[in-house]
């Protein structure tokens, strides 16, 4: 197996015993960026020169006999709408092509004080807007294990660069299923914390409520560290929680014996790819076989999920993008020769050339459900069902540890195959929503192949019950092999040399 293949855990004990450093790690990675890069396009930024000398510094603090931690030296990418300090922040929007923040995310800042070393910004949907990662402004992004699919979105990027061997682990966000969906359809762990577990602090805002930061990793220990490092009260973070952050690895025992697991009727229903139940329902099997105790229940208002996500999340989406404006700070729409414009015309300009389709399409939405007349029956009905899906996990949680679905509806789909129809888009995050709604936390991880894409088994659990989530997520993958599984990517300079020619571009 390739360097880049390795987990953190993995890569970080060859570091700690001297048998591989930091740069040559860094230098695996890159090679593997500038090997199949061309056909993935997962990065936005690269930060080669910025790694390098992250990486070396650690390794002299190693040699200087400091003791560092887990992840130091371990190559990170980050999704680019987490604010970096000096490196331009995009969120794959033409509106902030060149916006360069003076400060970075509270995550940033913990990852660069633990040593990580940083690859650079990953691609994503516009402002985090879409579920396969063709709305970035930029360019698509592509599946590693089938270059003509997509590799979910809106954290497309980070998801195809850990699958890919681009980055050994990534931080993402997650609005509405968007770690965990791209998780799923690229066949790596994908987590959703609960929310005001990690700071929010440098996130660019899509839907305020809803939006977490977690991480991307080939398995459930390297999610356990990430976790670790990534968690816990900020100051800077209104909604950021003062709870003590255990050692999530502690959870890790592989013994799952007892442990109550839920399997609500309604995430089995119509639209489900019966190749996607099956193997969700097998890894459920596997489950049960390791000691769990597994039974059917009922989630009554999981059907409402979707109509209250569209309502609640394009209104906060209409609130936090009515700053870009071409005033402050990013794109601002330039008057041809003898044209004039007025501070009303310089905005409308600005935002019709700036915003891509997606994004204007739910500034729409929300400002139609927050408008005068319409508030009521739109913006405050959706509170009062967002609060009854809240109860309906609440109930559940009092019977049981874990509730399990699956992630996504169905494997990877082709580029254009649902670009066209925006209903059948947010249709890939029905099991997804639910978990955001309810500010809960939940993970996906490989449970099986469906035509050589992986699908994801969906773990959901109490507020703060990401130990319990951990738990059974690691029993099963010591259990079963799909981590080990790498996609059969082998870059453009391979396949020239083999002879062969590969999908997509």
Known sequence: MEIYDLTAHE????IQKGELSAEEVTRAVFSRIHEVEEEVQ???TLTEEKAYAQARYVDEQRRAGKKLGPLAGIPVGIKDNMCTKGIRTTCSSR????????YNATVVEKLEAAGAV??????MDEFAMGSSTENSA???????????CVPGGSSGGPAAAVAAGEAIYALGSDTGGSIRQPASLCGIVGMKPTYGLVSRYGLVAFA???DQIGPFTKDVRDCALVLNLIAGHDPMDSTSVPNPVPDYTSFLTGDIKGVKIGVPREFFGEGLDPRVAEMVRNAIDKLADLGAIVEECSFPYAEYALPVYYIIAPAEASSNLARYDGVCYGYRAVPEKGEKYDIIEMYMKTRSEGFGAEVKRRIMLGTYALSSGYYDAYYLKALKVRTLIKDDFARLFENYDVLVSPTSPTPAFRFGEKANDPLTMYLSDIYTIPVNLAGIPALSIPCGFVDGLPVGLHLMGPAFGEGIILKVAYAYEQNTSYHRARPPLQGREKVKANGKTSGGR
């Open 42 to 44: 997962a990065y936005v």
């Open 95 to 102: 509106i902030l092509e060149n916006f360069v923040p003076p």
């Open 11 to 14: 890569l970080a004990e060859y």
């Open 118 to 123: 940083m690859t650079g910004k990953l691609n």
């Open 138 to 148: 930029f360019f698509p992004t592509r599946n590693p294990w089938n270059l003509d």
């Open 208 to 210: 305020s409520s809803l």
